[in-house]
């Protein structure tokens, strides 16, 4: 099984500030298999990467992902306010076993 | 308009058993992977299980392997969860999520996600 390890745990910025998250995979997910997810209370997880870098559908241009191998990064450019909630990676692609992150808090400072 | 509505869900005492439906709507459901994933209070995200869409292949957690059986009915267009044994660690919120289609040899990613059902386990 790939374990996923999010960092940081909790990340505090104001809105406007560029946002960057980091998921390490233990060992290589191939084929970029590497998809990131936002949920806020209350409510089901939102596709938002696919791919390692592919935007789903609908999702703004200021979310971006990027990374290979074992490394992955959600950026955020510009935070709007909206976009506090919980981030979490997960793969898909190199086992039968599907696997997420344990997320990172996205929290306004 | 895609929809995924789970129902099935209560309070039952260990060692019991629950079986969860999902409805799907607004997509032509023989064509995707489907997949359980649930989240105990307070937690992250765990995916459960996932069925091909000829339900050929299904794959399980190991912490339910033995335990939990996931079928579909493609004429019904529905999903279900057997849940046998249940466990006070079963206690959570089980999504049904649909396959975005064209990922991995093994399903994922997930584009649509119903609402979510609970299940707790507790005497």
């Known amino acids: 099984e790939i374990v996923l390890t999010q960092s940081p745990g909790t990340l505090s910025l104001s809105p406007g500030e560029r946002a960057t998250l980091s998921c390490r995979a233990s060992?290589?997910?191939?084929?970029?298999?590497l998809a990131w997810y936002q949920q806020k209370p209350g409510q089901a997880p939102r596709l938002l990467i696919y791919g390692a870098s592919s935007r789903a559908t609908g999702i703004p241009d200021r979310f971006s992902g990027s990374g290979s191998g074992t490394d992955f990064t959600l950026t955020i450019s510009r935070l709007e306010p909206e976009d506090f909630a919980v981030y979490y990676c997960?793969?898909?692609?190199?086992?039968?076993?599907?696997?997420f992150g344990q997320g990172t808090r996205l929290e306004i400072k | 308009e895609v929809q995924l509505v789970e129902s099935g869900g209560g309070l039952v005492q260990p060692g019991g058993s629950l079986r969860l439906s999902c409805a799907a709507s607004g997509f032509t459901f023989s064509s995707y992977w489907m997949s359980w994933v649930r989240q105990a209070p307070g937690k992250g995200l765990e995916w459960v299980a996932n069925i091909k869409q000829d339900g050929s292949e299904k794959y399980y957690v190991d912490s339910v392997k033995g335990r939990f059986t996931i079928s579909r009915d493609n004429a019904k267009n529905s999903l279900y969860l057997q849940m046998n044994s249940l466990r006070a660690e079963d206690t959570a919120v089980y999504y049904c999520?649909?396959?975005?289609?064209?990922?991995?040899?093994?399903?994922?990613?997930?584009?649509?996600w119903g609402q979510g059902t609970l299940v707790t386990v507790s005497s």
């Open positions: 999520a649909k396959d975005l289609g064209g990922g991995g040899v093994f399903g994922g990613p997930f584009d649509y």
């Open positions: 997960q793969q898909y692609g190199s086992s039968p076993a599907i696997t």
């Open positions: 060992q290589s997910v191939s084929s970029s298999y």
